[in-house]
């Protein structure tokens, strides 16, 4: 997404659409790498990194866009250092640590299980097979993929589109959902679709209006984090007084020592303004970005740690949206919107932020047992090479390849490299006034969830878990609604007749069903790259 937001904007500026006059004399020249000679090559392909020129003339933006992804790796680890002992005492399970710790505890016994390898092998077979119709379209398919369907007809086409799909290790991470929250989920995915069903009926049709579902959603996303800070509060207060000095609170154990975790987030919350306002956005925008910005990492780490959902994100709702609907366009300047822009690739999707990775890590280091700094020392260094090596890998496949060339396919050009630029030309030019429906779903998504919070912690027969209103807008959850059903409805089946013992039998065949999908997408992408292939994403586990 990065690269493209990068270049997208010099390549495709027209006369029609005004970003020559508009756009890019508000982008900060040390970001950016605008010289035709360099990006017209990137999208044609058949050319080099290593040609005169190119080399030197991304060095200096990968440079400064290294250093902040290399911040924003530190601020959250510290973010996650300060949590880590809370959230072990709150006795989250972590669900998605639970396969690789399975898979490779002493001695192997995961491998001992024929119920393993019997859903390792079906997943394996279905993925293979799929491979085989994407070389030899006269083999026939396997649907385990996105297929979208459609309700005809208002009010029942505002519904949108209703996505099917059935990959397998969408089963095996479900399996490991808690029961109320796998229901909560799908019943809230489709609450969400009934809610605009109502509203259509009502005579709203606008997609993106009332009821404003994904704001309700992001909303949720805040009362979680009032919730999470709430319960924590005690183990904050106690790791401010050891950062000042007033409390010696034992951190041997932790990845950082408390005072170095709690000044660490403060300097790297300062490191990222800072960026941000050498970029040219104001001081005060960039504070307001990151304090929305910031509780959204955690609520989604948060949830990773309790209870492992496959995917989610807020597309394009994020932190630069809530600033627009909230306040209005003429609120923020040029330099503040093209900012926002080329934080593109932090907001769009919300999946790639590495503060959920960082909490799994420590816990897998915690399970091992490793030292916990030991494993902070690896995050940090893993993610400055995987920073440098991606950068490079980018650049050296797609100077060969061409984002426009026949060989290449997917929405690198108008998801990744158009909208950003699309959308700030807009705030440009028709500034956003205010909205307060949009506001007051903000507010009614804190409200719900809190409310769903106050109950599930009072009453045990609750059946609805705040996580599940959370992903009320969640495309990308919505996709694998049948997995979660179905998994839903064989674990609660196996628990209602068959008790704990059943669950743990069964365990072993979704854990096969993990590793095999991703073992034959592995041995794929293997395949693809040494006979250059060029395979469509949609072949393997694209599409989500």
């Known amino acids: 997404i990065l690269f493209t937001t990068l270049t997208w904007v010099f390549r495709n500026a027209t006369p029609q659409n005004g970003w020559a006059e508009d756009l890019q004399p508000l982008l900060p020249a040390h970001l950016v790498v605008s010289n035709p000679r360099v990006i017209d090559p990137l999208y044609m392909g058949d050319s080099s990194l290593y040609e005169r020129g190119h080399v030197l003339a991304w060095a ?29 005492a709150e006795r989250l399970n972590y669900p998605i640590t639970e396969p690789p710790l399975e898979i490779t505890a002493p001695g192997g016994p995961l491998f001992r299980q024929r119920l393993f390898w019997a ?60 029961i109320q929250l796998s229901f909560s989920v799908w019943f809230f995915l489709w609450f969400a679709r009934l809610e605009m069903i109502g509203a259509a009926a009502l005579g709203h049709v606008k ?40 409390q010696d609170l034992e951190d041997a154990g932790e990845p950082l020592p408390y005072p170095w975790a709690f000044w660490g987030f403060g300097a790297g919350l300062a490191f990222l303004a800072t960026f941000s306002v050498a970029a040219g956005m104001r001081p005060v925008t960039a504070i307001v970005f990151f304090a929305l910005l910031l509780p959204i990492m ?73 030292p916990l700094r030991s494993v902070a020392a690896i995050i940090l260094a893993a993610s400055a090479v995987g920073i440098v090596a991606s950068f490079w ?81 969640s495309f990308g959850l919505f996709r694998l609604w049948v997995p979660i059903f179905l998994t839903w409805l064989i674990k609660s089946v196996l628990l209602r007749y068959g008790g704990l013992a059943a669950y743990r039998q069964a365990r072993p065949f979704f854990f096969g069903l993990i590793m095999g999908e991703f073992l ?25």
């Open 60 to 88: 200096g933006p990968l440079a400064w866009w290294s250093l902040f992804a290399l911040g924003l790796v530190w601020t959250v680890l510290c973010l996650s250092a300060i949590f880590r002992r809370q959230w072990e």
């Open 119 to 178: 859903g390792a092998l079906l997943a394996a077979v279905l993925q293979t097979w799929n491979l085989l119709h994407t070389l030899y379209p006269i083999v026939p398919g396997i649907a385990i993929g996105v297929h979208n369907y459609r309700l005809r007809g208002l009010p029942w086409s505002a519904a949108g589109s209703i996505p099917i799909s059935s990959f397998p290790f969408a089963y095996g991470l479900a399996y490991l959902l808690p």
């Open 207 to 246: 997609w993106g209006g009332f009821p404003y579902v994904q704001q309700q959603g992001v909303g949720a996303y805040f009362g979680v984090m009032l919730f999470v800070v709430w319960a924590a509060r005690g183990h904050l207060v106690r790791v401010w007084r050891a950062a000042i000095g007033r």
């Open 298 to 370: 955690l609520t989604i780490a948060r949830l990773r740690a309790e209870i492992g959902l496959p995917t989610i994100e807020l597309y394009q709702v994020g932190a630069e949206d809530i600033l627009q609907r909230v306040a209005g366009g003429r609120a923020w300047t040029g330099q503040d919107l093209t900012v926002m822009s080329l934080y593109f690739w932090l907001t769009r999707t919300h999946r790639q932020l590495p503060m959920p990775c960082q909490v799994d890590a420590l816990r897998m280091g915690q399970q091992c047992p490793m």
């Open 393 to 473: 890998a980018q650049l050296h496949v797609m100077y060969q390849v061409g984002y426009e060339s026949a060989k290449f396919t997917g929405p690198a050009g108008w998801a990744f490299g158009n909208a950003p630029w699309q959308k700030l030309s807009s705030w440009l030019h028709v500034p956003r006034e205010s909205e307060p429906g949009p506001s007051l779903a903000y507010l009614a998504g804190i409200a719900i969830t809190l409310f769903l919070a106050a109950m599930r912690t009072r009453f045990v027969w609750w059946p609805f878990h705040p996580a599940g209103f959370l992903v009320l807008g």
């Open 520 to 544: 034959a997408a592995f041995v794929r992408s293997v395949v693809d790259l040494g006979l250059n292939l060029h395979l469509p994403p949609t072949c393997g586990i694209g599409g989500l």
